[in-house]
């Protein structure tokens, strides 16, 4: 895995982030991670942009799924560690965009006269 196209070219902090989903991997919980924005800026792993920016770079890659989005009540994300990186670079890879499947809803405040 570390040999891989999908891993070998991410810049270190994203490789970081990888490690961490991988150290709360206990054995029986592989689709049942949680790592938090709190956590994140807690335990200083990273910035919180960064980390955003990451875990996405790490799906799109295939080396993390996100399993259950949180925010609605601030429920955290589920994530859980994958087996598409294996096929990362060739025909048959399923790229997954987050951004795409759960895109941001926008609020915009309309201004009266």
Do not use: C
Request: charged share 40%.
């Amino acid at each position: 895995m570390w040999k891989s196209e999908a891993f070998k070219d991410l810049k270190s902090h994203t490789k970081w982030l990888y490690m961490e989903f991988r150290l709360r991997y206990h054995g029986k919980n592989p689709r049942s991670i949680k790592l938090t924005q709190t956590e994140v800026i807690e335990k200083k792993i990273m910035d919180v942009d960064t980390f955003r920016r990451d875990y996405k770079i790490l799906i799109k890659r295939g080396l993390i799924d996100l399993v259950k989005k949180g925010a609605f009540h601030k429920q955290p994300h589920i994530f859980g560690l994958s087996h598409r990186w294996k096929k990362y670079g060739k025909k048959d890879f399923i790229e997954i965009d987050i951004d795409r499947l759960f895109p941001e809803e926008i609020f915009v405040k309309k201004k009266y006269l």
